[in-house]
């Protein structure tokens, strides 16, 4: 595997999980209006998750 694959797989799985931290803690805590707002727009669900995993959010 070349360095540019493994660096976009590695993108590639920090965003799927990060998508789905920020879906299950939004479930978890009903933040229904947090949900859909990640739903709609992308960023903002791949965003809150990694601030997450920080501890920032």
Request: with cysteine.
């Amino acid at each position: 595997m070349k360095s540019t694959e493994f660096i976009g797989a590695g993108l590639i799985l920090w965003v799927v999980l990060a998508w789905f931290t920020h879906i299950f803690v939004c479930l978890k805590t009903a933040s229904w209006g947090f949900l859909i707002a990640g739903a709609i727009f992308f960023p903002v669900a791949f965003v809150h998750g990694t601030g997450i995993w920080f501890g920032a959010f």
